[in-house]
Nanobody, 127 residues
Framework: QLQFVESGGGLVQPGGSPRLSCVVFGFRLDDYPIAWFRQAPGKEREGVSCFSAGGGFTKYSDSVKGRFTISRDVAKNSVYLQMNNLTPEDTAVYYC????????????????????WGQGTQVTVSS
């Protein structure tokens, strides 16, 4: 069941500022919290940032705090990740997923049990 279509990645120079997009299908963004995850080569998938269902708050992993900004457009049922000042350590496939709660330690966030993964969008940071 298609739930997420991510886009906006590509080859980016260090210091670049791409904006990722995720179109959500099958549920409303104001009904569930949502998160961005990433999976770097040879590493486990980890949470990057989340947005509460009510829109009242956001959370970030320490590795991206101050550089990335999560936002959403409920009317378009889409969530975004503005990425600034990228480094090669940000190279990964980025995914969005539905959560039970936007809370706790962000890197260990787990998607809601009925959330499926999209194809993700590859971000490669290299000069």
């Amino acid at each position: 069941q298609l739930q997420f279509v991510e886009s906006g990645g590509g080859l980016v120079q260090p210091g670049g500022s791409p904006r990722l997009s995720c179109v959500v299908f099958g549920f409303r963004l104001d009904d569930y919290p949502i998160a961005w995850f990433r999976q770097a080569p040879g590493k486990e998938r980890e949470g990057v940032s989340c947005f509460s269902a009510g829109g009242g708050f956001t959370k970030y992993s320490d590795s991206v705090k101050g550089r990335f900004t999560i936002s959403r457009d409920v009317a378009k049922n889409s969530v975004y990740l503005q990425m600034n000042n990228l480094t090669p350590e940000d190279t990964a496939v980025y995914y969005c997923a539905k959560l039970n709660y936007c809370s706790g330690y962000v890197p260990t966030l787990r998607p809601k049990e009925n959330s499926s993964w999209g194809q993700g969008t590859q971000v490669t940071v290299s000069s």
